[in-house]
């Protein structure tokens, strides 16, 4: 597979012994979640460790105490560079670009460089699920770790959507204080993907590719192109399992060396999980049958059928019973920040959809409901084409409040689109989008952008709306 556009992956040292570990030094880029997750790793294994943030807060400058005492150095703010002086390898955060000036100078001295989950890869031993994708990796990496678990399997869940792959595995000092790991289920982005080098699941999901994220990779090819390596490291004994209503997927799949597995709403596949009418049905291992009708699963829009028929589709791979499956979707708890109903008040129901920071995932939300809606949209813009929500909001949307750094380019594409408001704040915005509703209509917080202008993520952003709705009187 050739992933062209992006920078091609720098040659990492070989997987070493627990033991050689000793005296190597490592430097972390980043010292949110991750990062830290990898200084902790390494520093169980042994090897010197540094650790760089160019940002300094109260939380940082607390763990930079705490690291301290556990023997490593952190160098913060404007004093980067002095922690990537001498290195024998590079560990970066996926909020750390590969074009950062710094990360491209240790490249050009030879220095390896690697993601977190390259570096967590080389030491799990459990199969790997791996899920990416634009829209639906957190709820359908959820609902794998609640079939595999509802089937008595032991699953780790983490990756990108909030417990990093480092912090599952074993330990050399203590290894009975990690879980024995039958699977290792996790969501991996574009930008972790950018700093693979061996990193192999025996399950690489692609759920779908649709424009995001070129506030960060230059062009759409190049954000294809991270996703696509998923699938780079596997081998014939592999499964590789694709969206196969996205065209997109479907071509980014064809250099794949493993099996396909396939889901679709709209078609039988040869091997995978479809829609028949309204039952979900399976040919798998030569075998055809149905698993659940469509409404026997609680999940409001199409998206989300898909992301369960993708979740069914690593069951059965897995070995897991039908009942179970089904089970295990039936009791999954609502996922919070996507499509969560927050509040009735007055008649009026509040979603919050926080985690919609695309266009695509935003069209997706509007799909979801057959009710009267007020959209709030907004923040700050990751490159997205805001007029393909024109259709739909003129259709559905009795009414749009739009707030953040995005502002113009939204007016811009909904021009024409009545009646469209600006908000000061997000609670400006709620008070406005409660003045357009009337009882029977939902308010959907659903962004279509990043959060990062008025908020620290989506998950900040989702909460100020759950607490704003929260004390409406």
């Not at 024995?180 to 993907?193: G, K, P, T, W």
């Amino acid at each position: 597979m050739e992933p062209c556009g992006v920078m091609e992956a720098v040659k990492v040292t070989p997987v070493l012994p627990i033991k050689s570990w000793k005296g190597k030094r490592v430097t972390v880029f980043g010292l949110g979640r991750s990062g830290r997750a990898a200084a902790d790793l390494l520093l169980d294994l042994g090897a010197v460790v540094t650790i760089v943030e160019e940002h300094s807060s109260p939380d940082y400058e607390f763990a930079s105490a705490e690291y301290g005492l556990r023997g490593a150095q952190v160098f913060l703010g404007d004093r980067v560079a002095e922690g990537l002086r001498d290195l024998d390898l590079l560990v970066v955060s996926p909020g750390v670009s590969k074009g950062h000036l710094l990360v491209q100078g240790i490249g050009q001295r030879g220095i390896p460089i690697v993601g977190e989950i390259e570096l967590a890869g080389w030491f799990l031993r459990a199969p790997i699920i791996a899920v990416t994708g634009t829209n639906g990796k957190s709820t359908t990496v959820r609902l794998i770790g609640s079939i595999l678990q509802q089937s008595g399997k032991r699953a780790f869940v983490g990756g990108n959507l909030g417990i990093p792959l480092c912090e599952g595995v074993p330990r050399p000092t203590h290894p009975s204080q990690t879980p024995d790991y039958e699977y290792i289920v996790a969501e991996v982005s574009s930008f972790q993907l950018e700093t693979i080098h061996r990193f192999k699941p025996w399950i690489a999901a692609l759920l779908n590719v649709t424009p995001d994220h070129l506030d960060r990779h230059p062009t759409q090819e190049e954000y294809r192109a991270a996703k696509q390596r998923i699938f780079e490291n596997q081998m014939t004994q592999d499964w590789a399992l694709i969206n196969a209503d996205d065209p997109v997927v479907r071509t980014m799949a064809l250099s794949a060396r493993s099996s396909v597995c396939e889901f679709s709403l709209i078609r039988k596949v040869d091997q995978g999980v479809y829609l028949e009418g309204n039952f979900i049905r399976a040919r798998m291992h030569g075998e055809e049958f149905s698993i659940a009708s469509r409404d026997a699963l609680p999940m409001r829009g199409d998206h989300n059928v898909a992301n369960a028929m993708a979740a069914m589709s690593v069951g059965l791979i897995c070995g897991c019973p039908r009942e179970d499956m089904v089970r295990a979707l039936q009791s999954a708890p609502v996922f919070e920040h996507a499509l969560e109903v927050v509040r009735e008040w007055q008649g009026i129901t509040f979603v919050n959809d926080s985690k919609g920071t695309n266009v695509d995932a935003t069209l997706k939300a509007l799909h979801s409901f057959e009710e009267p809606l007020v959209l709030i949209l907004g923040g700050k813009d990751k490159g997205g084409d805001f007029s393909q929500l024109a259709d739909r909001i003129r259709r559905q949307v009795k009414g749009v409040v739009v707030i953040g750094e995005a502002t113009q380019k939204i007016l811009q594409a909904l021009d024409q689109i009545k009646p469209v408001t600006l908000a000061a704040s997000l609670a400006d915005a709620v008070s406005q989008a409660v003045a357009f509703a009337s009882r029977g209509d939902v308010v959907l917080f659903s962004p279509a952008c990043a959060s990062f202008d008025m908020f620290r993520n989506y998950h900040h952003r989702g909460l100020e709306f759950k607490r704003i709705v929260g004390e409406l009187q």
